[in-house]
């Protein structure tokens, strides 16, 4: 069975939070939860472990603080602080959680602005805007999409149009799947029987190469292997001529029924 990918999942701030008209009661019914929010993506995805769940706020000292009034007293100013405290406690924890795991994730989830050490660590990373407990933070989108980090965008409380909402959700989804494709590719090794070039005889063109194809190969195989750990294996056809005339035809004509029979998606 296929090794299920792998997603560290932070919540760096709540929708709960919000201080405004609405009364606690009422956030609670109306505002959907960090874990309400990560239920939805999960329904829609297979063979993903999410881990971590980091929650940075400790929505039980948010609570002692009235969300009835603007403006706070000197208690509940205390319990701002120690709650922003435990905030820093908790993504440090975070982050050196996810730099010690390297070797057994494949990406990040943050609901929120991803913070620099996440980047820093070279997994892939989705950006969730939770359109609502973030709102005035700053969220650089076109950042973002600069250093290759997918984004994504959920309100905390759900769109009047159902299927705008779900559509969030799959969108959210279609970016995981995108990591699930990316671990897969892991220490995976391509065979390529060619007499020419391993990147195909036509393929790349002059002006893609610029006049030295070598340099352009070695390149192009260096990325392929540290980016995506995947690597070309080249043989020319001679050899598997040869391979082929030695291989034992009951066993090859099982082999080839497996592929013929596999051959409609990958396992």
Same mark, same amino acid.
């Given at each position: 069975?296929?090794?299920?990918?792998?997603?560290?999942?932070?919540? *760096?701030?709540?929708?709960?939070?919000?201080?405004?008209?609405?009364?606690?009661?009422?956030?609670?019914?109306?505002?959907?939860?960090?874990?309400?929010?990560?239920?939805?993506?999960?329904?829609?995805?297979?063979?993903?472990?999410?881990?971590?769940?980091?929650?940075?706020?400790?929505?039980?000292?948010?609570?002692?603080?009235?969300?009835?009034?603007?403006?706070?007293?000197?208690?509940?100013?205390?319990?701002?602080?120690?709650?922003?405290?435990?905030?820093?406690?908790?993504?440090?924890?975070?982050?050196?959680?996810?730099?010690?795991?390297?070797?057994?994730?494949?990406?990040?989830?943050?609901?929120?602005?991803?913070?620099?050490?996440?980047?820093?660590?070279?997994?892939?990373?989705?950006?969730?805007? *939770?359109?609502?407990?973030?709102?005035?933070?700053?969220?650089?989108?076109?950042?973002? #999409?600069?250093?290759?980090?997918?984004?994504?965008?959920?309100?905390v409380v759900r769109d009047a149009s159902e299927s705008v909402f779900s559509a969030?959700?799959?969108?959210?989804?279609?970016?995981?799947?995108?990591?699930?494709?990316?671990?897969?590719?892991?220490?995976?090794?391509?065979?390529?029987?060619?007499?020419?070039?391993?990147?195909?005889?036509?393929? *790349?063109?002059?002006?893609?190469?610029?006049?030295?194809?070598?340099?352009?190969?070695?390149?192009?195989?260096?990325?392929?292997?540290?980016?995506?750990?995947?690597?070309?294996?080249?043989?020319?056809?001679?050899?598997?001529?040869?391979?082929?005339?030695?291989?034992?035809?009951?066993?090859? #004509?099982?082999?080839?029924?497996?592929?013929?029979?596999?051959?409609?998606?990958?396992?």
């Open positions: 069975m296929d090794r299920k990918t792998r997603i560290y999942v932070i919540f *760096p701030s709540s929708g709960l939070d919000h201080r405004g008209a609405w009364k606690q009661e009422e956030i609670r019914r109306k505002v959907m939860s960090n874990e309400r929010m990560l239920e939805e993506i999960e329904r829609r995805c297979e063979n993903v472990e999410f881990v971590g769940r980091i929650n940075l706020i400790d929505e039980d000292r948010l609570d002692r603080i009235s969300r009835s009034h603007y403006g706070m007293t000197e208690e509940e100013r205390l319990f701002r602080a120690e709650t922003h405290r435990i905030a820093q406690q908790r993504r440090r924890a975070a982050i050196e959680e996810v730099r010690n795991s390297l070797h057994e994730l494949d990406g990040i989830l943050i609901f929120g602005p991803p913070w620099g050490e996440l980047i820093d660590t070279g997994l892939p990373v989705i950006a969730v805007f *939770p359109m609502w407990g973030m709102w005035m933070s700053g969220f650089n989108p076109k950042a973002y #999409r600069e250093k290759g980090i997918l984004i994504g965008y959920l309100p969030r959700l799959d969108d959210l989804a279609g970016k995981i799947r995108l990591i699930q494709a990316l671990s897969r590719m892991k220490g995976m090794k391509a065979l390529v029987v060619t007499d020419r070039p391993v990147l195909g005889e036509f393929e *790349p063109t002059p002006l893609q190469v610029r006049g030295d194809r070598k340099r352009y190969e070695e390149i192009y195989l260096r990325n392929l292997r540290e980016t995506f750990g995947m690597e070309l294996v080249a043989i020319p056809q001679r050899e598997m001529v040869e391979r082929m005339k030695k291989a034992d035809e009951e066993k090859a #004509r099982r082999v080839a029924r497996k592929w013929i029979d596999e051959s409609a998606g990958i396992r």
